[in-house]
């Protein structure tokens, strides 16, 4: 094995030893302020050094476990309370389709394939969009698979090829198919639906939602596209790639490791991580503290990280945020151009958060000026007023307002019959006078 393949095994598998060191120093304060005899000591710091372990230890324990997609029973018209089941319908290496199959309900009209990102955490931070969806969608989702646990000899996965799945699964799905592309995937997104545009018009999607992605970088910066054109790709390999080490199946494998990106989310802000874990360790000493609280359901998802191959995070970062190649139309695959004109028939809406430091307002939207081939009728934007990164997608302002949002959209532009179709949930345009966050036509 090559010597730069050794040390970044040793740095790997360093990182997991300061994490399994941590998560065992938390669990050995909770288990020994919980003996009895310490119950006669009145001693307030021997709640806390309890507190500190219980809320230590999980947080630690998190970062290696894949979360459970556990999704709630849907309550059905007949008033009965139907199970869901997630099930692959197509396996990959890198990543399955996945279909929450919903026990004893008939197909819904519309169906929706939600592209989770690939930035670090599993596709299971996509949960509380599932759950919202599913009343009124048949959906699916990529759920790609941690690098760590894929073996050396199943090969690369680059932006290319992640491409080629995103086109493969549109594909399969079938031409009625609504995509809904999160955060990292909305530029290749848009490139597999201008390849199956060019190549199998029939497959094409219905519609596309683009959601806070990075189509254009350069349109607003922020710290991640700071430091990706202040970085040259040889300091950043150097930085942050490493090898995986002995423990895992994909043993050997270059990654960027799902712990470096982690320490890197929370420096973005630290004063609120620190903040938020501090209140926990006091609540807990209080016995206020619960499983299902607001800070267990948050961190057990935003702790859980995986590690993504390192061509495909170079070629992320090479490709899309310094080479702007979605965003000047000059993406290939396999040496063959992608043009995004070639989209004449898709409906395109973006989405974006006003207050998004991650993809800012005006990367995302940057989208419907690439589609130089589709009429204005099939192109809308919304910009929620107030939300962040998170928001858009899986918190307060998905459920209120983008949410109904998206499904008139897809409603708008299906082929279904009106009886079919379900009803509008919000109105388009403002009530005169009055402002709104409702999406426009461009």
Request: aromatic fraction near 8%.
């Amino acid at each position: 094995m090559p010597t730069k393949g050794l040390r970044g095994i040793v740095s790997y598998d360093l990182m997991e030893t300061i994490r399994n060191t941590n998560e065992w120093l938390g669990a050995s304060a909770r288990a020994l302020a919980s003996y009895p005899a310490f119950a006669l000591i009145p001693h307030p710091g021997i709640k806390l050094m309890g507190a500190w372990g219980r809320v230590t230890e999980r947080s630690f324990a998190r970062m290696v476990i894949k979360p459970g997609w556990q999704i709630p029973a849907i309550p059905g018209e007949d008033g009965q309370d139907h199970n869901v089941y997630p099930e692959p319908v197509i396996r990959r290496p890198f990543g399955d389709l996945v279909h929450f199959r919903v026990a004893r309900r008939e197909a819904r009209p519309r169906k929706v394939l939600l592209i989770a990102p690939m930035s670090g955490h599993y596709a299971t931070l996509l949960r509380s969009t599932v759950t919202s969806l599913l009343p009124d969608c048949e959906v699916y989702v990529t759920d790609w698979h941690n690098a760590r646990d894929i073996p050396v000899s199943q090969g690369k996965f680059d932006i290319e090829d992640y491409t080629r799945y995103l086109v493969d699964f549109i594909r399969h799905l079938g031409p009625e198919t609504n995509v809904i592309a999160v955060c990292q995937p909305a530029p290749l997104a848009l490139a597999a639906t201008a390849i199956l545009a060019e190549e199998d018009p029939a497959a094409q999607p219905r519609t596309l939602t683009l959601i806070g992605g990075p189509v254009d970088p350069d349109a607003a910066a922020t710290e991640v596209t700071d430091f990706g054109n202040r970085v040259t790709m040889g300091e950043l390999e150097h930085l942050v790639i490493q090898s995986v080490g002995f423990k895992y199946r994909g043993a050997g494998r270059m990654v960027y490791p799902g712990l470096a990106q982690l320490s890197s989310f929370i420096a973005m802000n630290a004063e609120t991580h620190f903040n938020a874990f501090v209140n926990q360790i006091f609540a807990e000493a209080r016995g206020e503290a619960c499983e299902g609280d607001k800070h267990n359901k948050f961190y057990d998802e935003y702790l859980a990280v995986m590690d993504m191959t390192a061509e495909f995070y170079l070629s992320t970062v090479e490709r899309i945020f310094k080479g702007l190649e979605i965003a000047q139309n000059r993406f290939s695959v396999d040496g063959k151009p992608v043009d995004i004109g070639k989209i004449t028939n898709v409906a395109v809406m973006t989405v974006e958060g006003a207050n998004d430091d991650i993809s800012a307002p005006g990367q995302c939207v940057a989208a419907l000026k690439l589609c130089t081939g589709l009429p204005d009728s099939k192109k809308a934007q919304h910009l929620e007023e107030g939300a962040g990164h998170y928001g858009i997608f899986a918190g307060k302002s998905w459920r209120l307002n983008i949410r109904p949002l998206v499904l008139d959209f897809i409603d708008e532009h299906s082929i279904l019959p009106d009886s079919v179709k379900p009803r509008r949930r919000r109105k388009v345009a403002a009530e005169p006078g009055k402002d709104s966050n409702a999406h426009m036509p461009v």
